[in-house]
């Protein structure tokens, strides 16, 4: 039998809980007819549209309608579907649902799942491509997932379907119809994993870049150790640091401008907690600090690749 | 509209009126205990008070930062309330929400927003979860004029007829009309209309006779409960004087029951005050001033010693800031 695809995985997770936890629901546009990645083919038909449920292209309201649907009982599936129309729906994510257990003291959980595909590859331009990991991972309350591989995907639907709080699960959307396994891959999606072990050097990545970082470390000498850091927040530095603090040397990849907050806190934190064994100071390898353009040639130099993962790892472990 | 007539009764509208006036003049008067800021509900009690009398258990309530009339007239703890506001370890908020996050979810109130439109959205969750719960129940969903500048607003009311969800909204509308439109901020002719474009029945009724707003709001929940779909009430009720200022301030002194026998002047106690104006029907009911009077010595009563017991609480201790950010860490 073929592997699922991460999109498969992922749908058969989402099938799996509607089928055992009549509390969830899924709503997004164009849900009950599959949903326009294949997330939800055949759900509908399974399930009915009472619980499959299609809605106008409302992202705010819908995102609030869903926070009700937790506040009422249910166990809500919203598929944003692109990563850039968080913007959209941001009141009620960053304001309502990362907030509510708090202000109510405790008695109210959220037990909310955000499907969200987002990262340039695919030639859509500046407004479906980004990576708003760092705006999701800013807002306490929040909780959000980056899986790497069709058995990540389907953990993180698993596990935040399971879990009282909301949590947002960013898929890589090169990685969409990936079958592409990693060593590993049935570890907890919440915490962060090593996929590779290594002495020279830790090299930090989600995503898509793990797999990037495998590829190219495999060609280099040097011993890579390389952690998929799972979970963005609230962000799981510990093995980073705990890795560092053996190799002496760090590099962090992330799908998002230099600014952005995944990468500069993995540093931080390990200058904070590893400082002393450091061999050679951190290194990021992110996105420029421009909007995503739209052509193949453009958006290929914008993109984190193999070739300046391959140097920059030489360059720590040589230089 | 069939007038049928209502009884003569102070418990019925009144009383939880009273509970919510009570309520904010004492928080006026002892604003300087109060470190944030706070919003009181004072010339809103009407459509507090029709709540009050028409929630059922099952119902919900979502309100905004304008909530003290709704939870008090519901019936929630005043001393809890009084707590929260003061930032006191009463309650389960314990300091955390403030006045503008009030909740009892004993009473429906399950959260509260504070973003102009955000709870508006969470009433069709609420609606469609616990109508398919609990066959009748109704989601009760309060928000200002201003929230018709939200998105939110028009993106729900189109959602909730979409899907013909049990939904009685109700604006609690205190913006002036302005020439032909329904006010400075909305083109549209009147919020009805709004409401009706989005193919949601509504009706629009003066705030400041609360029988008037009962009646209305009775009906429009009744139909809402027998699966019609959403319904809206444009609950037109002018804006009270103390609360033009950023904080608000003893505009028109403490609510004085025996005023009601006097409609002499242009006061607001003379015209505008819906407490008063409810005092005025039960007295050409029947009911004699003094029973009035007793009742609101009562309910004043109820509220003077909340206040004390939210004021015995000992100051939210700093590490309750640090606790239920998510509930499974």
Same mark, same amino acid.
């Given at each position: 039998m073929t592997a699922p695809t991460f999109v498969e995985a992922a749908r058969d997770a989402l099938e799996h809980h509607l089928a055992i936890d009549d509390r969830v629901m899924v709503l997004g546009e164009d849900v009950a007819t599959g949903g326009p990645f294949g997330l939800t083919k055949g759900l509908s038909q399974r399930?009915?549209?009472?619980?499959i449920r299609n809605t106008p292209i409302s992202e705010g309201a819908v995102m609030g309608v869903a926070v009700g649907l937790a506040l009422g009982g249910r166990r809500p599936f919203v598929? $944003?579907?692109?990563?850039?129309f968080v913007t959209l729906a941001s009141d009620q994510l960053f304001n309502h649902a990362a907030k509510l257990h708090y202000t109510s003291g405790g008695r109210r959980p959220v037990p909310l799942t955000v499907w969200t595909i987002g990262g340039a590859?695919?030639?859509?331009g500046a407004q479906h491509s980004q990576r708003l990991d760092g705006w999701l991972t800013q807002v306490p309350g929040l909780k959000v997932l980056a899986p790497s591989s069709p058995v990540a995907a389907a953990g993180a639907v698993r596990v935040a379907l399971d879990d009282p709080d909301p949590v947002v699960v960013l898929a890589d959307r090169t990685l969409l119809y990936s079958r592409s396994c990693l060593p590993? +891959?049935?570890?907890? !999606?919440?915490r962060s994993r090593i996929v590779q072990a290594g002495t020279d050097l830790t090299l930090a990545a989600s995503g898509r870049l793990v797999h990037l970082a495998l590829d190219a470390a495999a060609t280099t000498g040097a011993s890579v150790e390389i952690i998929?850091?799972?979970?963005?927040? !609230? $962000?799981?530095?510990d093995l980073v640091v705990e890795s560092v603090s053996r190799t002496g040397r760090l590099l962090v990849l992330h +799908?998002?401008?230099?600014?952005?907050a995944t990468a500069a806190t993995l540093v931080a934190a390990v200058s904070e907690r590893a400082f002393w064994a450091l061999d050679a100071p951190p290194r990021r390898l992110t996105s420029p600090a421009t909007p995503i353009p739209a052509a193949a040639v453009l958006e290929d130099a914008y993109m984190v690749g193999g070739d300046a993962i391959l140097a920059a790892i030489n360059e720590m472990v040589n230089g | 509209m069939s007038q049928h007539v209502i009884c =003569?009764?102070?418990?019925?509208?009144l009383e939880p009126m009273l509970r919510a006036r009570r309520f904010d003049e004492l928080l006026i008067a002892n =604003?300087?205990?109060?470190r944030g800021h706070y919003h009181v509900s004072i010339g809103l009690e009407s459509t507090a008070a029709a709540l009050a009398r028409l929630h059922r258990a099952g119902d919900t309530v979502t309100t905004t930062y304008r909530n003290h009339a709704h939870l008090a007239a519901l019936g929630s703890d005043l001393a809890v309330m009084f707590a929260e506001v003061l930032g006191r370890?009463?309650?389960?908020?314990r300091g955390r929400a403030?006045?503008?996050?009030l909740i009892d979810p004993t009473v429906g109130v399950l959260h509260t927003s504070? *973003?102009?439109?955000?709870g508006v959205p969470h009433a069709l969750g609420l609606a469609f979860a616990g109508s398919r719960a609990r066959p009748g129940s109704v989601a009760f969903c309060f928000f200002g004029?201003? =929230? @018709?500048?939200?998105?939110a607003v028009h993106e729900s009311l189109n959602l909730a007829a979409l899907w013909r969800l049990p939904v009685v909204f109700v604006c609690e509308n205190n913006g002036l009309r302005h020439g032909d439109q329904a006010?400075? @901020?909305?083109?549209? =002719?009147s919020l009805v209309a709004i409401a009706e474009a989005h193919a949601v029945a509504g009706v629009a009724v003066d705030g400041r006779s609360p029988a008037a707003v009962y009646e209305a709001m009775e009906r429009l929940t009744a139909e809402v409960r027998g699966s019609a779909g959403p319904r809206f009430l444009d609950d037109q009720a002018p804006q009270?004087?103390?609360?033009?200022? *950023?904080f608000p301030h003893d505009a028109t002194g403490r609510t004085a029951?025996?005023?009601?026998t006097r409609t002499d002047g242009d006061s607001w106690h003379a015209h505008d005050d819906p407490v008063l104006a409810e005092c005025r029907r039960l007295l050409s009911g029947g009911v004699p001033l003094d029973e009035l009077m007793r009742v609101d010595a009562r309910v004043s009563a109820i509220a003077d010693e909340a206040l004390s017991r939210a004021r015995a609480a000992p100051v939210a201790p700093p590490e309750a800031a640090l606790a239920d950010v998510v509930a499974a860490p």
């Open positions: 399930f009915g549209t009472e619980r598929d $944003l579907m692109f990563n850039d590859g695919t030639r859509w590993r +891959d049935g570890a907890s !999606p919440w998929d850091v799972q979970r963005l927040a !609230p $962000l799981d530095c +799908d998002e401008a230099w600014c952005g | =003569a009764d102070p418990a019925l509208l =604003a300087g205990e109060i370890d009463l309650g389960p908020q403030g006045s503008t996050h504070a *973003m102009v439109s955000g004029d201003g =929230a @018709f500048g939200e998105g006010n400075a @901020f909305q083109s549209a =002719a009270w004087e103390g609360n033009r200022t *950023m029951i025996e005023d009601a």
